[in-house]
């Protein structure tokens, strides 16, 4: 934003709805482990998921895959709304201050604006391919890049716990959605998929029952092709039926672990 448009923002607010956000929990895979990208403000130690306002002339959904797009650099994303989060302190309980939005922005922010006050965020978790983003910072932001789930940084607001819920989110649709599709590469060995589903649960699946209930499903197909990962040992690859995948999302796949 051009520092009138940040007064604008702050000001005025003519152009985004006041006091609700998006906050877009982006997930990743990336050598057995699930990552999450983050973005940190300028001013600040800690960092928040990729979030932002909505504007007037959009759907929630629509500021959700906007948000993605801008951190990504992707269209078309698979994204899912999970839940809402609002407390009366939320504005405040990040340590963000009028001089930290000054910092920020060169722009004098009352200390009773409309950013401080009460702020409800609807989330949504989204999943990419990993080897596909270019992590790309925002105009009022120090960073934005991928992070272990499990060693994250020192989060602003209630955004540990956004991500903790996401991840919950996560493992009740992974019964219900073909998650794989969206997080492994166009082909895949049967290990990978079954490291994916392992990673993201956090328990250990009987690797051959694994095998036969994802066959059955019958929304992967067996390649004539294999991957070379060793002296003696190269297993086949695999890739996703888009069609099968498609009428899953929509009817939902069985898969009971």
Same mark, same amino acid.
């Given at each position: 934003m051009e520092n009138e448009d940040i007064n604008e923002f702050f000001?005025?607010?003519?152009?985004?709805?006041?006091?609700?956000?998006?906050?877009?929990? !982006?997930?990743?895979?990336?050598e057995k482990e699930l990552k999450v990208l983050l973005q940190q403000p300028i001013p600040l130690d800690k960092w928040t998921v990729t979030g932002g306002y909505i504007k007037r002339?959009?759907?929630?959904?629509?500021?959700?895959s906007r948000i993605a797009f801008q951190r990504t650099g992707l269209a078309g994303l698979?994204?899912?709304?999970?839940?809402?989060f609002g407390t009366p302190t939320r504005g405040k309980d990040g340590g963000l201050?009028?001089?930290?939005?000054?910092?920020?922005?060169?722009?004098?922010? %009352?200390?009773?604006?409309?950013?401080?006050?009460?702020?409800?965020?609807?989330a949504f978790y989204t999943l990419t391919e990993f080897s596909?983003?270019?992590?790309?910072k925002g105009e009022l932001e120090a960073d934005c890049q991928w992070w272990p789930?499990?060693?994250? %940084?020192?989060?602003?607001?209630?955004?540990?716990? !956004?991500?903790?819920?996401?991840?919950?989110?996560?493992?009740?649709?992974?019964?219900?959605? %073909? !998650?794989?599709?969206?997080l492994l590469e166009e082909k895949f060995t049967l %290990?990978?998929?079954?490291?994916?589903?392992?990673? !993201?649960?956090?328990?250990?699946?009987?690797?051959?029952?694994?095998?036969?209930?994802?066959m059955a499903t019958g929304i992967i197909i067996k390649l004539n092709e294999t991957k070379k990962i060793g002296a003696h040992r190269s297993p086949f690859l695999y890739k996703f039926d888009k069609e099968k995948y498609e009428e899953g999302l929509k009817s939902g796949v069985a898969l009971a672990f």
């Open positions: 000001n005025n607010n003519n152009q985004f709805l006041r006091n609700v956000a998006v906050d877009n929990v !982006i997930f990743g895979y990336h002339t959009e759907s929630i959904d629509e500021a959700a698979f994204f899912q709304q999970f839940r809402s201050t009028a001089a930290h939005l000054k910092e920020m922005t060169g722009v004098d922010v %009352p200390e009773d604006s409309w950013i401080f006050d009460y702020f409800v965020s609807v596909k983003v270019a992590p790309t789930v499990s060693e994250l %940084p020192p989060m602003m607001f209630d955004h540990a716990m !956004i991500v903790a819920e996401a991840l919950k989110a996560l493992r009740l649709h992974i019964a219900h959605y %073909p !998650i794989g599709y969206e %290990p990978e998929i079954h490291s994916l589903y392992e990673t !993201i649960l956090g328990k250990s699946l009987d690797d051959r029952n694994f095998s036969k209930r994802l």
